[in-house]
């Protein structure tokens, strides 16, 4: 069975430019949730997705969105570049049913805002 | 103040010595700490999942303990190899009745070397 599989590996945008990151969940998983991780900060949440609909949001301002096709496939998209949004960006999967269930990860997608 | 506080923030230890890992946490309530291993430029990969109800729960040499009373949990590391190099984040999930899905609130993490 395939991974999280997360598109591109790196990314380097300069500031004001948009970026879209791609991520393609476990077979039969629903749910993907996105997540920031910057030395200083950590891991952060950004949102999560289940059935196309977004169920939950973290703490990041409206530059940040994201969606998931009908193929569990999910897609984040961040406009106007600051240099703070250097960072991984992690994508993972679940089932999606409420439970005590594993949380895969993809391999992030490293981006460098210059 | 982050609700999930780890200690220590690295680690330096010899190749088959053991090792332990402490999570802090004032995340309350919540339905399970779970405890991941992160290789250098990957995901963080699923280690343990504990309930609030749990007190240990092992996967071969490592073992997780919790003691929901004074919001601790620690990581325990058995006969260390150099592949065990890595960082260790202790993360917290939300109670299911918010909702709160894969909301989690993560650790800092502890970043620990093995080495010869």
């Known amino acids: 069975k395939a991974g999280v599989t997360q598109t591109p590996r790196y990314l380097i945008k300069t500031r004001g430019q948009q970026v879209t990151l791609s991520c393609s969940p476990i077979?039969?998983?629903?749910?993907v949730s996105w997540y920031q991780q910057t030395p200083g900060q950590g891991l952060q949440f950004l949102f999560e997705?289940?059935?196309?609909?977004?169920?939950n949001k973290g703490n990041f301002p409206g530059r940040f969105s994201g969606r998931q096709f009908s193929n569990s496939r999910s897609e984040m998209n961040v406009s106007t570049l600051e240099l703070g949004d250097s960072a991984l960006y992690l994508c993972?999967?679940?089932?999606?049913?409420?439970?005590?269930?594993?949380?895969?990860f993809g391999s992030g997608t490293q981006l460098s805002v210059l | 103040k982050n609700q999930v506080e780890q200690s220590p923030q690295s680690l330096i230890i010899l190749e088959g010595k053991n090792c332990t890992l402490q999570?802090?946490?004032?995340?309350?309530?919540?339905?399970?700490l779970r405890w991941y291993k992160q290789d250098t430029g990957r995901g963080p990969v699923s280690l343990t999942i504990?309930?609030?109800?749990?007190n240990t729960k092992s996967n071969g040499r490592y073992t997780a303990t919790l003691d929901a009373d004074t919001k601790q949990s620690s990581l325990h590391i058995t006969a260390s190899q150099l592949s065990d190099s890595a960082s260790y984040i202790c993360?917290?999930?939300?109670?299911?009745?918010?909702?709160?899905?894969?909301?989690?609130?993560f650790g800092t993490g502890t970043q620990l070397k093995v080495e010869l």
């Open positions: 993972a999967s679940r089932t999606g049913v409420p439970s005590n269930e594993k949380l895969f």
């Open positions: 077979s039969g998983h629903r749910s």
């Open positions: 993360v917290v999930s939300p109670p299911f009745f918010t909702g709160g899905g894969n909301k989690l609130t």
């Open positions: 997705y289940f059935s196309e609909t977004q169920r």
């Open positions: 504990m309930t609030f109800s749990e």
């Open positions: 999570c802090n946490y004032t995340v309350s309530p919540f339905s399970n």
